[in-house]
């Protein structure tokens, strides 16, 4: 059995899937025993290509065969030189979107923070605005705009700067974020000083799999820009095409001042993360914001190679927005059956939430599904919902079989 002898207790997916795993192909692992399991958790978004995936893989080989550099801070090297141009060439020209890069930390919670250091930083202001049931990392900046009060509680300290509001949907939509935050802004004896930024997710994943209305993120991009307040977009978990187009904001017709992207965007599950933001907004001193694992150089190898080889024309991105009604019917007809246990399925292109009535039911469907060789992961304030997020990259086929393992799954864990 797994070595829990001497890795801290703070592990946690190794708790729901206690086997050791030693090899990923696509949308499968394989554990060292021999058991193959199908994967729709894909490293929580981090791999949208799926494992080990061919072409990236070639590339990688190459690069280290030939000794390319590994590690060079944010020195210029050939890597970083080809990523840049295939994400400008690929990404950003044709979009007409006139961001500048920059190279964080290599996780996501490194964009974040330079996100919001950025925003306080040209604006000299300093309280971000977040959402209820947000997700942006576990450093501090980043926790401070993160919803869960028991990820909050681990800092330690007192995490300010921060005024939430009700994300779209939240409390059945009793309570409009946007208009309490337009009207709050408006009265100037409301208490309410001008914010540096709001920060959002699009589709909140960690937050339970909640998607945003593509009206409502308008909505928020106007009265961001109307009252002189930053956007940023936190598309490290939605973005590389998880929701369809390259990024996850594209479906709004919104443009925002910074976003952060993360997970997938080396596609292969290497270390990557990238802060864009408007080019006026630049006003960094050059080392202001440093770190030494910013040129991970094998990361910008499979970068490249994942946007050349999925983001030269638009098949991935149409591929996921039809597989998105096909997860829609199929959770939607799971639901109507188990009506006493579902509360509602909801999602977008290649992520989905199944959320049931009790917490306790998510987590027996999540361990069902493993005893049958599916992995899949639960998510939201109270863990009760299942999460659904295959590779883009699997093939029909696997997304038939995984949906049919959910719904044993589901039948067992409910007794029907
Ligand atoms: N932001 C979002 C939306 C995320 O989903 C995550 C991770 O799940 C993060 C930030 C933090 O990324 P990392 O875990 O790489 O620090």
Redesign the pocket.
């Known amino acids: 059995m797994i070595a829990t002898t001497i890795e801290s207790e703070v592990r946690s997916y190794s708790r729901n899937w206690p086997v050791v795993f030693h090899q990923g192909r696509g949308s499968r692992m394989v554990d060292r025993d021999g058991r193959v399991y199908l994967d729709f958790f894909a490293g929580?978004?981090a791999l949208n290509y799926g494992h080990n995936h061919p072409v990236l893989k070639r590339a990688l080989l190459d690069y280290l065969e030939q000794d390319g550099v590994t590690h060079s801070l944010d020195m210029l090297t050939t890597a970083k030189e080809d990523f840049l141009t295939e994400f400008a060439a690929r990404v950003l020209d044709p979009r007409q979107l006139d961001y500048r890069v920059q190279f964080p930390g290599p996780?996501?919670?490194n964009s974040?923070e330079a996100a919001l250091k950025l925003a306080r930083k040209v604006t000299g202001r300093q309280t971000v605005v977040a959402f209820t049931g947000a997700?942006?990392?576990?450093s501090l900046g980043?926790l401070a705009v993160t919803g869960s009060a028991a990820k909050r509680a681990g800092a330690g300290v007192p995490l300010g700067h921060t005024w939430r509001i009700p994300y779209d949907g939240f409390g059945a939509g009793q309570v409009s974020g946007l208009k309490l935050l337009d009207g709050m802004l408006a009265d100037s004896s409301s208490g309410v000083d001008l914010p540096a930024a709001v920060i959002v997710?699009t589709v909140q994943?960690?937050g339970g799999v909640n998607p945003a209305g593509p009206g409502w993120l308008a909505d928020l991009a106007e009265l961001c820009r109307r009252r002189g307040i930053l956007l940023i977009i936190?598309d490290?978990?939605m973005g590389c095409g998880r929701t369809g187009p390259f990024f996850s904001f594209e479906a709004a017709g919104i443009t925002p001042d910074i976003v952060?992207l993360?997970?997938s965007i080396s596609g292969y599950g290497l270390p990557m993360s990238l802060t864009l933001f408007r080019t006026e907004l630049d006003v960094w001193q050059p080392g202001e914001h440093n770190g030494t694992f910013r040129g991970n150089n094998p990361a910008f190898v499979t970068a490249a190679a994942a946007l050349r080889e999925f983001w030269a024309d638009g098949t991935l991105e149409k591929q996921t927005e039809e597989r998105g009604p096909l997860f829609e019917e199929s959770l939607g007809e799971l639901a109507d059956r188990h009506a006493a246990h579902v509360a509602a399925r909801r999602g977008r292109g290649l992520v989905w939430g199944l959320a049931f009535r009790e917490p306790r039911t998510a987590q027996r469907v999540a361990d069902a599904a493993f005893a049958r060789g599916l992995l899949v992961e639960t998510a939201g304030s109270g863990d009760e919902v299942v999460k659904l997020m295959p590779s883009l990259t699997a093939t029909d086929e696997e997304l038939a079989e995984g949906l049919g393992i959910l719904r044993e799954s589901v039948a067992s864990a409910v007794g029907g």
């Open positions: 929580a978004g996780t996501g919670t974040v997700f942006h990392g576990m980043s997710e994943g960690e936190d490290i978990q952060c993360s997970k």
